[in-house]
Nanobody, 114 residues
Framework: QVQLVESGGGLVQAGGSLRLSCAAS????????MGWYRQAPGKQREFVAH???????NYADSVKGRFTISRDNAKNTVYLQMNSLKPEDTAVYYC????????WGQGTQVTVSS
């Protein structure tokens, strides 16, 4: 079992920045990758970014150049630095970890006002 706890969401104006954090606990040795997904009202959950145990990263095209995923292994925490935020980034952001199965956090709301 892996437990994920997100923090750092909030309300920000367009062009602003936020940093999300996701702290993992439990069977963290089994994790192959961690990442972020988001779900806007009335839309399906979509991929945002992943960071693998090798350090390799992947980003959705919509956030490339604006968002950066990173990790602190000592703290078992993954971060998502979000810059140049747009109203269309408004969503609930979910932390994900992947091993033999997917685990999800409870989600944190990000609202970008125009």
């Amino acid at each position: 079992q892996v437990q994920l706890v997100e923090s750092g969401g909030g309300l920000v104006q367009a062009g602003g920045s936020l940093r999300l954090s996701c702290a993992a606990s439990g069977s963290i040795f089994s994790i192959n990758s961690m990442g972020w997904y988001r779900q806007a009202p009335g839309k399906q959950r979509e991929f945002v970014a992943h960071i693998f145990s090798t350090g390799r990263t992947n980003y959705a095209d919509s956030v490339k150049g604006r968002f950066t995923i990173s990790r602190d292994n000592a703290k078992n925490t993954v971060y998502l630095q979000m810059n140049s935020l747009k109203p269309e980034d408004t969503a609930v952001y979910y932390c994900n970890s992947r091993s033999t199965r997917d685990y999800w956090g409870q989600g944190t709301q990000v609202t970008v006002s125009s």
